[in-house]
């Protein structure tokens, strides 16, 4: 039984609340409304009630604190003495409202599916109304007083608790040890008490206990509006009435008992809270490690020009609270025209680069470089990252705007950095999404993303790209999120527009066919690092690091025998933050030996155009005798 | 079993508008046809004699009979809801006890003053919630400005809970007693429109401001928001083109029972401003068991309630058709 152990844990939770500064002054105000609300008609009643002539709408004075009404009596003993009938009168209905509630909420659970329906249809016609005229509506019915007030402000709350407890019940009435009971033939009654109403009390209990302060507030207004308790009884909202044609001449008076409902009213809400907070249904607020600003070496004012290179990166990082780095100090350089492959398994980092090299990276995650310049700038303060730096995200179907029409999303750039008119850029719009060949751009320019496909969803974004004159074009997973036929359509698109434009392609995938197809030249990311920057065509025979290896490895072919198992690297990569001394890439590493656990490899060259992170790269001298058992291996598995 | 039907008929229509539409227009019929049988059925709920309710113990016989006979209480229950029914639909709402006027002409008569609160406030609501919890958003996006956040959801929660008549009461004391800037009371000049108006809108406001900023926030975290980055745009456009529209419709969904519950906050504000409306003829009404004046009433404020949900509903599902029309 799930409720039993829930219970007894909930009921060490509250004592938990209860003693965190909102817990103690939930219980303290509670104490000082019951000990207000029980002592107060005993000791200050006869002076509540004493008529004196003498002393008639008097102000605010020593004797009578808050004046006096238009009998003489004392006005803020009659506040105090007017706590108990106020809670009195709000308990009763708030047990007429959590009773009529849970008894029509269970009962589509109960009853037949026919009269269930029909419950469940009347409460939600019920629920359209607002409160108050319902609440009116019963009190015309019930008549002015007391009795009717209850009965009128108890019943106004049976649809909103009937809803609540219909939707909780609905939940819990579908699960397996529901049906199980059911199976072995548990009785309705039973059902309803053994395992519906145990499970649904902790909501319950909290809505209840905050529409309790609404009944208050109700309460309080009906007999402010002259509906509720009558001459000579006396509640707050009865008070209030009373005082407030006199606010003018002392307005104490009609504040205090106004005070009163607020005050109670919010001590209810208090009490809810606790009751929310023991039940875990609001996380308390965890302390937050703020991101130290100071974390990172400050960006460089000038960067060094050198070989042409677009982008040039050197120790790149990213920073998360807690001094996690999930990108780890990488640099890499990707020449004008050029197009670069960034491969890596899921947290690999190699996302976060992208995201670095836009600057994009979201909050909390701090970018430091030693130097991160695009075209011979510094990429954080480059205005022109608007036209000449074009993402193309994996999401096409959340990375367009859903309120705003296609060729407005596009059109904008050409507004904000071109300072083209609208009707230019509107114009422009159109021949970039028929450059993408989107049939038809005039009529698809008008319409919203969702009415396109996600292929051509890409397509529009990679003509957002090219609404500028883009240098660069980073594109991260393009493809992932489409099936196999539009993946083909989009890649040839890059290709034909970076042959177009000229412009270089950083291509973020994990897929390294994609890479093959696309790229000149592969960067392979491992728990934050390069660990390898080597010639596309070296990649399926020539690779010398062994995760590269591992990765080609790992990617079936059309002449992989479909009989074989797919070959999968064993283990999983580090987390940031668990990265020690040594190689990331060790203990997942058929090739270890003693000194990748000690020393963290750097990337080196190893020949022209290539590095590698490795202390024993396939195929060098230095990894030869390893390379032989690792063929062996791979041969006899 | 209705909405089964109207969905069949919305598919076999092909365009998802038809369906949506047509559900929507049968929700609300179902709703008026409650309401009207409703109102018709409050009079006979009501426990003993009406008219002698009414009249008092000590009336004439005849009279009572006379009242009883003109409020057709002395026919078959399905005859008097026919004609009730069919009276309605043509705006005849029944002849006022107490006042011995047709009800028509007594709310055609009252029904302004109570616009000319509930509008100004529904606007400035709008006004007053949308930048504030959008601003307070931006400030505290990522958890940034913890304290700022804080102090936020302590003065809008205070501040909503504090129910508006109170309010309105409290208002009064300080900007009409304390420091009389405005009239206490009663319908005159502009300047007596200013606190009925700001009792009406400071609660929602500040319930709507919460529910603004909560929006905003998934917003930004949205990834069309980081393709608006990415495509440099300024601050501005980014809030008010790329934020703004998409907050603002799911805002209105969940504030759409704010507006409706607005209509219903006049009746106690307008009570406590003596305020000459729709909301002091009912309580009056209820008071003085003038009946078919609370009956007309009750109709007025239900019908509005549901007309205002309605059309938050379609307003919505215009601004944003792809989430409301298939999800619903």
């Known amino acids: ?637 | 079993m209705a909405t089964i039907t109207m969905n069949s008929l919305g598919a076999r229509a092909r365009n998802p508008w038809v369906g949506f539409v047509l559900r929507r227009l049968w929700r609300l019929l179902v709703s008026l046809a409650a309401l009207v049988t409703a109102a018709f059925a409050m009079i006979h709920l009501i426990p003993g004699d009406p008219v002698r309710a009414a009249l008092g113990t000590t009336a004439d016989p005849a009279m009572v009979a006379a009242r009883r006979e003109s409020l057709g209480l002395d026919q078959s229950l399905l005859k008097q809801y026919a004609d009730f029914v069919g009276n309605l639909l043509q705006g005849r709402l029944g002849e006022s006890i107490g006042a011995q006027m047709p009800v028509s002409e007594i709310i055609s008569g009252r029904l302004p003053a109570t616009l000319q609160i509930a509008v100004p406030a529904f606007v400035l609501i709008l006004l007053i919630a949308v930048p504030v919890g959008m601003t307070a958003a931006v400030l505290t996006k990522d958890g940034r400005r913890r304290r700022g956040e804080l102090s936020f959801t302590g003065v809008t929660g205070f501040l909503g809970a504090v129910p508006e008549f109170l309010l309105a009461v409290g208002l009064i004391a300080a900007f009409a007693v304390a420091w009389p800037l405005f009239p206490v009371a009663s319908r005159g000049g502009v300047d007596s429109y200013v606190l009925p108006v700001l009792a009406l809108t400071v609660v929602p406001a500040a319930s709507l401001s919460r529910i603004v900023r909560v929006e905003t926030l998934r917003v930004l975290g949205e990834d069309y928001m980081r393709t608006a980055r990415a495509k440099r745009l300024p601050a501005r456009l980014r809030y008010l083109r790329h934020a703004l529209p998409n907050l603002l419709t799911s805002s209105l969904t969940l504030g759409g029972l704010l507006f409706s519950s607005l209509l219903a906050g006049t009746v106690l504000v307008e009570n406590v401003f003596a305020w000459p409306g729709l909301g002091t003829t009912i309580v009056q009404a209820i008071t003085e068991k003038d009946y078919p004046l609370v009956q007309g009433v009750v109709l007025v404020y239900g019908a509005a309630a549901l007309l205002i949900t309605f059309v938050v509903d379609v307003a919505v599902a215009v601004a944003d058709p792809q989430s409301t029309v298939r999800g619903s």
């Open chain 1, 1 to 637: 039984m799930p409720h039993h152990d829930h219970d007894s844990s909930l009921r060490h939770r509250l004592g938990r609340t209860i003693r965190t500064p909102i817990g103690v002054t939930a219980l303290t105000a509670c104490l000082l409304v019951a000990l207000v609300a029980v002592l107060g008609p005993v000791l200050l009643g006869d002076r509540a009630a004493q008529v004196d002539t003498d002393a008639i709408n008097q102000g605010s004075s020593a004797a009578h604190l808050l004046g006096t009404d238009q009998l003489g009596r004392d006005i803020a003993a009659r506040v105090v003495v007017a706590t108990r009938l106020t809670l009195r009168l709000t308990l009763m209905a708030a047990v007429i409202g959590v009773g009529g509630g849970l008894l029509l909420g269970v009962a589509p659970a109960v009853v037949g599916r026919r009269l269930g329906r029909l419950i469940t249809a009347t409460v939600g016609v019920l629920v359209a109304f607002p409160g108050l005229l319902f609440l009116l509506f019963l009190a015309t019915i019930f008549g002015v007083g007391s009795t009717g007030a209850v009965f009128a402000v108890g019943l106004a709350m049976v649809p909103p608790m009937a809803r609540l407890v219909q939707n909780l019940t609905a939940s819990i009435a579908g699960s397996d040890y529901v049906a199980a009971a059911r199976i072995l033939g548990v009785g309705r009654f039973r059902m309803v008490v053994r395992h519906l109403l145990p499970n649904i009390a902790e909501p319950s209990v909290l809505f209840a206990t905050q529409a309790t302060g609404g009944i208050l507030v109700a309460f309080s207004g009906l007999s402010f509006l002259g509906l509720g308790v009558q001459p000579p009884q006396y509640d707050w909202g009865r008070l209030l009435n009373e005082q407030l044609n006199r606010i003018f001449v002392n307005p104490a008076a009609a504040l205090a008992p106004g005070a009163a409902v607020v005050l109670t009213g919010l001590m209810f809400g208090l009490v809810g809270e606790v009751l929310a907070q023991a039940g875990g249904r609001r996380a308390p607020q965890a302390p937050e490690t703020t991101p130290q600003e100071e974390l990172g070496t400050p960006p460089e004012p000038a960067v060094e020009h050198d070989g042409g290179a677009l982008v040039r990166a050197r120790d790149l990082r990213v920073t998360f609270p807690g001094g996690r780095q999930a990108v780890r100090g990488i640099s890499l350089d990707i020449g004008a025209g050029e197009a670069v492959g960034l491969v890596g398994e899921s947290g690999s980092g190699k996302s976060l680069s992208a995201l670095a090299l836009a600057d994009l990276v979201p909050h909390p995650g701090r970018v430091s470089a030693a130097a991160l310049g695009f075209d011979g700038h510094d990429l954080r303060a480059d205005p022109r990252l608007g036209t000449e730096l074009a993402m193309v995200f994996q999401d096409p179907m959340a990375s367009l705007n859903p309120a705003l029409r296609v060729g407005r999303q596009l059109a904008e750039v050409a507004e904000v950095h071109l300072g083209a008119s609208r009707a230019e850029a509107t114009a422009r719009a159109v021949d970039r999404l028929d450059a993408v060949r989107i049939a038809t751009p005039g009529r698809r320019a008008r319409q919203r993303p969702h009415e396109y496909s996600g292929g051509m969803r890409q397509r529009a974004v990679i003509a957002m790209g090219l609404m500028g004159k883009p240098k660069l074009i980073i594109a991260d997973e393009p493809t992932t999120a489409l099936d196999v036929a539009v993946q083909r359509e989009v890649l040839d698109l890059l290709a034909e527009v970076r042959e177009e434009s000229g412009a270089a392609l950083l291509l973020i995938s994990h897929d390294l066919a994609v890479v093959a197809q696309v790229c000149e030249r592969v960067l392979v990311m491992y728990a934050g690092l390069v660990v390898e920057n080597l010639p596309v065509t070296e990649l399926l025979g020539g690779a010398a690091h062994p995760y590269t290896r591992a990765l080609v490895g790992a990617v079936p072919t059309m002449t992989t025998d479909r009989g074989t198992e797919l070959a999968t690297i064993p283990g999983r990569p580090p987390e940031p933050g668990e990265t020690g001394a040594g190689c990331p890439f060790a203990a997942r590493c058929e090739r270890v030996r003693e000194r990748c656990h000690e020393d963290t490899p750097e990337l080196t060259a190893l020949g022209p155009g290539r590095q590698v992170a490795c202390w024993y790269p396939v195929g060098t001298a230095a990894g030869r005798p390893v390379a032989a058992t690792a063929h062996t291996a791979k041969a006899t598995s």
